[in-house]
């Protein structure tokens, strides 16, 4: 008796498969062959599992579970991020709830550092179990936390290497500063949204009350304003950074301007004694078009500024402190307007850091007060750009403003002392190493190569990186400073005194080290050799590093291409002369089913972990619900949530959830997940599940090994399409296999798996296997049963590496059967073409399986009660007259047919319903099962019917304003229902002219 519950339950055994396998070692490598490596791209320790990661990691599980069961040393290398900035702010959170008045301020760096550590051993394994939940078959004996004492080493000595190469420096430029966190962030931890805003015009006098002629013209050149003029007019969305301004810029180009190229005028805020000059330039970067044509330059507090303010030798003048607030310190404004006013007339002034130009009363304010004052200050005094009502000028516009994904909070531009890494060489090599030189090929292959576009955009606009962070979580950077403000970078403490005593000749000096840490991208970026031991002989001979670097193949999101694929190319080949990894396939974004990206404040967001174990209406609405930015959404958000679930979600298993993931794994594409996929492969999972029941039913007692010796056509065919099914599978898996053009189609291999499983096995030749087990042939009887068993058996293994749990289960019943031994279909060979199968009889059968499909899509159609035995009447010329005797058995069985007839020549044919195949027309004869005149008036109303929802269809897509107006996912789903309304009518239509 077969053990199998009547019923596929993915919860009573998914858990239990993963702790056997996790705890029997299958994960980790073994064997003699060859190697194949996946990186993990190490989640963040604060996070949970979301589709993102379910997406991608059921990608790398697969061709994991592939390689492995080919026959590869496998390696998964595991890990997670220690996500400074979020981690932080966690543990912030947790020292809040806790209420004791505790915070990291008052705890100080390393009692606050003990508390990370606290939360670490208690929740930071969460993503960890998740990833578990989902099958992940990664080697976690291995796994490495970015904190840990190995990947500190390898940070360390990262750090001083490229130091002692020139390539790290210490310099003061402008970052993205987020004033709640109090420190630098990367461009990826910038969320810019458009938000309401404003945009002021105001006039900069020039100097003296000097005056020019301004001229405006349009396209033809014709003069369309001609006037006097004794300023220049600026628009500022951010009027409190004027205090600041170095200089007014305008195109070389505009004509309107060059009476006044070279000369000053005055910025319109601050106290009138002290009021400054700045000298008006020219620069490629102001637009002739936009706006007045000419752009105040404030070189600290914007990025394009900058660069126009280095390019042109502008002092960078700093206005606010770290907090975002008007700087207090510095000299004072008079002796700031003073100095300023020297480098307005050309002088060098050296370092301005010491220069605050924020006159006194606007001193301490919040950027939004001064902002307000200032606005106040120059309309008072007449400068702001009038109307013509004579009003000042505001557009109220939308404008793009960065936000700190973190703090939620508008970032500042900031000038402030940081650690930078040279990029420009790093850069070069890092092309090369994609695009290859001397008309030799890169080493690394981006999949799908469009993706090489945006790595080399990224890499030809580069800048040099940002590396420090002003926080406590996180590798601190290894530099101590003296108290002259000299800097030594030392892997310890002990070899940054050696290196000072050695520069002063004096005794030991008392040292302090950089308060900052590294950014988390640069020890993600070691993650390649950091993980295998480096730089430490004995730990890299441990860990494989020789074996498993280069790795296989990263598979990641374009989002990171810059942030973490290309430093991670370009570090590891400048620090071990390595590249990271062979190939790079990209995937795409999971957005909701109707193409919008999954976000809190969406309510759109699917957990996958709902989706493996299920969860209540009430449940999944209080987890969309709680926690919005936006609390006014909740109730939208309930009630499509409620709409969209009445009954929750139910539980489809991790196998389920998995193969939604690869069949809409397009190359490189964003993929749109809807549920009633997931339904669907649940389905399959299931059907699978009976089948294999219907098997081992019919097998009781029975056992063989090797391979069949087939004795049915249904044998030899079914055997010729797992056959070719064995050739066709790898070449979305593995390179080398004949198909280049199709590696990593992950929705090819599903597709497939599932057309055969399904519709080839379950539908079609388990089916016809009744015959065989049910007839007096015992030889073919046992033959079926082998055959039957030994493609079930060899399907298990195909489909694993996409759906582990459901396939194990079912292999070790079914296995045994076979006399195959072993603790885990994961270390089964993948299963290869055994050329057993005789391909004419294949195709004869394949003939008479296609008849008997259309006979039964007919019977179908005609509402003709599956059991009823029917005739059949064959016309026309056979190629082989003996191809209908040979299959009637099977055509009668699969078909339901009680009799075969072929008509004879001049016998005219009664009322029937006709198939159509090849040169033959199938007929079935309607006496006796259909009522014609009822079916013509059921199949005239379903006409009617159809043909009304159709024009309704297409009188919506006539529309302008539908096609306008609705949202794009609306207007296609329109679509999509005209076409499968004039599919249907088109059906209906034929079926009526058959009658």
Known sequence: ??????????????????????????????????????LLPPPNVTGTLHMGHAFQHTLQDALIRYHRMRGYRTLWQMGTDHAGIATEMVVGRNLAAEGKGETRDSLGREKFIEKVWEWKAQSGDTIERQMRRLGTSGDWSRSMFTMDPMAADAVTEAFVRLHEQGLIYRGKRLVNWDPVLKTAISDLEVENREVPGHMWHFKYPLAGGETYEYVERDADGNVTLRETRNYISIATTRPETMLGDGAVAVHPSDARYGPIVGKLCEIPVGPKRHRRLIPIIVDDYPDPHFGSGAVKITGAHDFNDYQVAKRNGIPLYALMDEQARMRTDGLSYADSAAIAGRAARGEDIGDASAVNLVPDELRGLDRYEARARVIAEITAEGLAVTDAEGAPLVDAKPIMQPFGDRSGQVIEPFLTDQWFVKMDDLAKRGLELVEGTDEKPGEIKFVPPNWINTYRHWLENIQDWTISRQLWWGHRIPAWFDEAGNVYVARNEEEAIAQAAEKSGGPRPTLRQD???LETWFSSAMFPFSTMGWPDATAMRERGFEDFLPTSVLVTGFDIIFFWVARMIMMTDALIGKIPFQDVYMTGLVRDKDGQKMSKSKGNILDPLDIIDGIGLDELVAKRTTGLMQPKMAEKIERATRKEFPNGIAAHGADALRFTMAALAGPGRDIKFDLGRADGYKNFCNKLWNASRFVLMNTEGFSASGTPQPKTPAEHWILRKLEDLCEE??????????????????????????????HWYCDSFVEASKQALNGPDAEAAASTRH??????ESILRLLHPLTPFVTEELWQQVAPRLQIGGKSISLQKYPQAQGIADRNAASDFSWALSAAHQIRALRSQMNIAPLKLVPLIVEGELDDPYQIVRHQDALKFLAKLDSIRVLPAGEALPASMLIPLGKLKFHIPLEGLVDLDAERTRLDKEIKRVGGEKAKSENKLASGTFVSNAPAAVVEQERQRLTDWTAQLEALTAQRARL
């Open 1 to 38: 008796m077969t053990t199998l519950s009547s019923g596929y339950e993915p919860k009573t055994f998914e858990t239990r498969l993963y702790a056997e396998w996790e705890n029997s070692g299958v994960f980790k490598p073994q064997g003699e062959g060859p190697t194949y490596t996946i």
């Open 787 to 792: 055959t039957l068993l030994y493609v079930l």
């Open 729 to 758: 599978i790898p070449r979305y898996f593995e390179r080398g296999m004949g198909d280049e053009e199709n590696i990593y189609r992950f929705d090819l291999a599903a597709q497939s798996l599932y057309e055969f499983a399904w």
């Open 515 to 517: 308060a900052d840490v």
